[in-house]
């Protein structure tokens, strides 16, 4: 079994850096890649804002979450963040070309011995699996948001993925505290947004036709399910920016008008006004207090 020590996770959005702080905080050396300092820098207040939640969430100490950071380095300069990386994870944006441009570049100048997985939420490991030039050393790690509490790692290979490796990112995915939840065939939205991404599809529909607003449709779902929070508060920790990401690739793909519409309306209406969910303190709700977390919220 292949005992990963040196991890770089590529993108330093929401997820990534979730991901870059799990790992550190599990004892690893983490390089954060993005594309330059703006995006690095906004990557190390998310996961400074990160070390509160884990001493809140974990019981974690201050010498724990500083010595996690410690073990933290940053890097806009792709072939110095992979140079001694036994693993790559890529949570880059749910855009195909940006994604093979990506892989071209980073099949480039990784060693030849570096593990790549992607951490896409929509899209198949087979897909970029030629581009990376090795598709033997390439599958899909997959995360839910807030990982340190939602802690499921899906890892997913592809026809082409070595077994051997599938079985030690699953390990590694244990050595960070996930379970470990291996797939072996491809699926798109693996288990987890397969049985999520239509109820959240079905939530915008209901937004997007007019037919109830937000607040009200979680509503519906949390009384009527028990769930603690509804497909709109979901929204705001996955990120409106990743919302408009996918639906905007379906409307681009299909010419769906409805996706169309939708994505036009979280552009104006949240992205352009920063509105992106809990990463900002508002989408559809305002944080750290949410109507949906108020006593009231369910009350006859």
């Known amino acids: 079994m292949e005992s990963y020590q040196k991890v770089t996770v590529a993108g330093g959005g929401v997820l990534g850096s979730q991901i870059a702080y799990q790992t550190a905080f599990k004892g690893f050396d983490v390089v954060v890649y993005d594309i330059n300092e703006d995006a690095l820098n906004q990557a190390k207040q998310r996961i400074t804002k990160l070390k509160d939640r884990y001493k809140t969430d974990l019981d974690a100490t201050q010498a724990q979450v500083d010595a996690a950071f410690e073990r933290m380095d940053f890097q806009s300069d792709l072939k110095q963040a992979v140079v001694e990386a036994d693993l790559v994870i890529e949570a880059i944006p749910e855009v195909v070309n940006i994604k093979n441009a990506f892989y071209q570049e980073l099949g480039q100048v990784a060693p030849e011995d570096t593990i790549f997985?992607?951490?896409t939420s929509t899209l198949l490991p087979s897909q970029f699996a030629e581009v990376t030039g090795r598709p033997e050393k390439f599958l899909a790690l997959h995360f839910a948001n807030e990982i340190w509490l939602?802690?499921?790692?899906e890892v997913m290979k592809h026809e082409q993925t070595d077994e051997q490796v599938f079985e030690d990112v699953l390990a590694f995915a244990k050595q960070i505290g996930?379970?470990?939840l291996p797939l072996h065939k491809e699926q798109p939205g693996y288990i987890l947004n397969s049985l999520l991404v239509p109820l959240l599809d079905a939530a915008q529909g209901l937004f997007i036709k007019g037919v109830a607003d937000p607040e009200t449709i979680d509503k519906t779902w949390?009384?009527?399910?028990?769930?603690?929070k509804g497909p709109f508060a979901i929204l705001d920790i996955v990120g409106i920016t990743t919302a408009y990401n996918i639906v905007k690739q379906k409307a681009d793909k299909t010419g769906d008008q409805g996706a169309a519409k939708l994505a036009e309306l979280l552009k104006k209406e949240y992205i352009d006004k920063n509105k992106?969910?809990?990463a900002t303190g508002e989408g559809f709700y305002k944080y750290p207090n949410p109507s949906y977390q108020d006593p009231d919220f369910l009350k006859a």
């Open 117 to 119: 997985a992607t951490n």
């Open 150 to 153: 939602n802690n499921t790692a």
């Open 178 to 180: 996930m379970i470990a």
């Open 222 to 228: 949390m009384a009527a399910t028990g769930s603690p």
């Open 276 to 278: 992106l969910g809990t």
